[in-house]
């Protein structure tokens, strides 16, 4: 596409220099004010302003007030009107000598309109109202057709782009032919979605800033909402001052907003420092229009991407809890994921504290999380699947083994399961914050391998809370649970486990949890002192309330072999409530 060379608008309303370069206006600018300092948007005279009873506000941001020498009075009137004006936002005070060609005191005029910050121009007698407004409306009508024109161009432009669905990377391409400046465009996290620089043997701005800039873009968002710069519901175009590694500049930016929904930040980086108020101009359109095909290019592909997600959710769901009608449609929906039924693969279980999916913001959070987690320790030819399970996200990671058609190493097996678990568990902390935890269970074979893992990485969740696991916990960690999960599923271990601790349950009365007070006394190896520390009990409370477990179980606490069966039935009932837990939860309800 070749580059726009059409002049652009200059932004909104007319410069006073550009007003003052007019015949009929041609005065005298008597204050040292910059004169395009305000854009000029309308005029008005003084006499319909009415300033001494308005209150202090913008209602007249962009106006030049029109006024006749004798209306001026004094000079403390002047000064009192013109501090009125410029608290009003007025861009210019026209004073005009009337048809008597009053004498105007340029000195005590330029004092009073230095002092209030307002430009103040001595006009010609020819110059009254009605002459002097329509002549400023033509120009302010001229300059709005203008900006219309090129807005049009622009979004016509950009407009086939959308309509041939060439996605977010042709968008920023057309945008940076028509800007000749490099374009980003930025997700809310500032992840580069797409990035152009159609320039030519110019210095290159880096494409991973997008962080950079949005960070950047928020602080001063952030700084001029503290200063009342800008309103809650500013949605056109911003000019932020950027802080680059390849140097100072400035960039204009704009949010691709969908019904009020933030989606993104169209970012247009100004090539050259100081930046040319034209280019900018022109930049502050290109972004405004290109924001808003993003949107509707990014809310496209969203729904593509949504509509992809749930198939493939639904497929993980499928796998994880075995819900395959047969065989075929396991290999036919196997084939289109790259699923190898005759591959080796674990669960992880990621989980983290006060994430709530139901609540909009965290939904996002953890919707975001499970895509992220895809893309932790990418191997070429090794499958990761990712899904969100109400607040947990669930990833389905292959296991390769040491060479193929070897069988599997299990050592090498857990190594590298425990080393992706990490990996997993710093990315989701980044994301998801502190109180991550990450659960695996065993590698498995296949559809079946990938149901029995993610039963296990559950039941290592359950667990890992329950006995204060690490934050990064595999089903063989919790070794003791592993080997006596098949005695607790049978009635005669959870006859056991009923046998032994129910005594102390009913013992328990007026003396608080005996259980509980065993336990703790058995988990710091029998020492009394440790075990009194740990639940804040005095040393003779603590012997009293042994005693009393001893009497309860008719068996002396202290003995090795007695410790050794309220662990075991401890832990058989612990295991047992997860996994009917599970089971409740896993199991398809019984007709």
């Known amino acids: 596409m070749a580059q726009d060379t059409q002049e652009a ?33 309308w005029s008005l005279p003084l006499s319909e302003v009415d300033a001494g009873n308005a209150a202090a506000g913008s209602d007249l941001l962009g106006v030049a007030v029109h006024a ?13 009107l013109l501090d009125r004006l410029a608290s009003r936002g007025v861009a210019a005070v026209l004073v005009w000598p009337g048809r008597q060609h009053d004498e105007l005191d340029d000195a005590a005029l330029g004092r009073a309109g230095d002092a209030a910050h307002l430009p103040v121009v001595a006009l010609g007698p020819d110059a009254d109202f009605q002459r002097a407004s329509q002549l400023i409306a033509a120009k302010v009508l ?19 782009v959308f309509a041939h669905g060439s996605g977010l990377a042709a968008m920023a391409t057309t945008m940076s032919h028509l800007s000749r400046s490099p374009v980003f465009i930025l997700d809310l996290s500032g992840e580069t979605l797409a990035h152009a620089d159609t320039r030519v043997d110019s210095p290159r701005v880096p494409v ?24 809650p519901d500013e949605t056109h175009s911003r000019v932020a001052e950027l802080d680059l590694e390849c140097g100072l500049t400035h960039a204009v930016a704009a949010m691709v907003t969908v019904a009020d929904e933030p989606y ?10 100081p930046m040319d108020e034209h280019d900018l101009a022109q930049h502050q359109i290109i972004v405004e229009q290109g924001a808003t095909l993003v949107g509707s290019e990014m809310l496209r592909q969203r729904s593509v991407q949504e509509a992809q997600e749930r198939a493939r959710d639904d497929f993980v769901d499928a796998l994880l809890h075995a819900r395959f009608a047969d065989q075929h449609e396991l290999a036919a929906r196997a084939r289109h994921y790259r699923f190898d039924p005759a591959a080796r693969f674990a ?51 292959q296991v390769l083994s040491r060479r193929s058609g070897t069988a599997p190493d299990p050592l090498a097996e857990r190594q590298a399961l425990q080393a992706y678990g990490a990996q997993l568990h710093r990315a989701m902390h980044q994301r998801l914050g502190d109180h991550v935890r990450v659960a695996y269970g065993g590698a498995g074979v296949g559809a079946q391998g990938v149901a029995r893992s993610y039963r296990e990485a559950r039941t290592a969740v359950a667990l890992g809370v329950k006995v204060g696991a690490a934050a990064v916990c595999g089903y063989d960690s919790l070794r003791v649970f592993a080997a006596i999960e098949e005695v607790a599923t049978t009635a005669a271990g959870r006859s056991f486990a009923e046998e032994v601790l129910e005594p102390l349950r009913k013992a328990d009365g007026q003396t608080g949890n005996l259980e509980g007070i065993v336990i703790a006394y058995i988990e710091e190896s029998g020492n009394l002192n440790a075990a009194a520390r740990r639940l804040q009990l005095h040393r003779n409370t603590m012997l009293y309330k042994l005693d ?14 007695t410790q050794f069966m309220i662990w075991l039935a401890h832990r058989i009932e612990t295991l047992g409530e997860v996994q009917r837990a599970l089971d409740r939860e896993l199991l398809p309800p019984s007709a």
């Open 9 to 41: 608008p200059t932004g909104p309303g007319v410069t006073l220099d550009a007003l003052l370069a007019e015949p009929l206006l041609h005065g005298r600018l008597v204050t040292t004010v910059m004169p395009d300092a305000r854009p000029v948007l």
């Open 68 to 80: 006749g020498v004798a209306a001026l009075g004094d000079a403390s009137a002047t000064r009192d």
């Open 142 to 160: 001229f300059q709005s057709a203008h900006v219309l024109e090129y807005s049009v161009k622009v979004h016509r432009a950009m407009g086939e």
């Open 208 to 231: 991973d800033v997008g962080a950079t800039i949005v960070n950047q873009l928020i602080a001063q968002r952030r700084r001029e909402r503290e200063q009342n710069q800008v309103g």
């Open 264 to 273: 993104g930040i169209v970012v247009v980086v100004e090539p050259t420092w």
């Open 347 to 397: 669960v992880f279980v990621v989980t983290a504290g006060g994430l709530e999916p139901d609540r909009r913001p965290d939904g996002r959070r953890a919707a975001n999380a499970a895509r992220a987690a895809g893309r932790v320790a990418p191997v070429e030819g090794v499958l990761t699947l990712t899904t969100q399970i109400g607040s947990m996200v669930v990833v389905v990671r």
């Open 548 to 561: 009393r477990a001893s009497r309860a179980l008719q068996m002396d606490v202290r003995t090795a072999e």
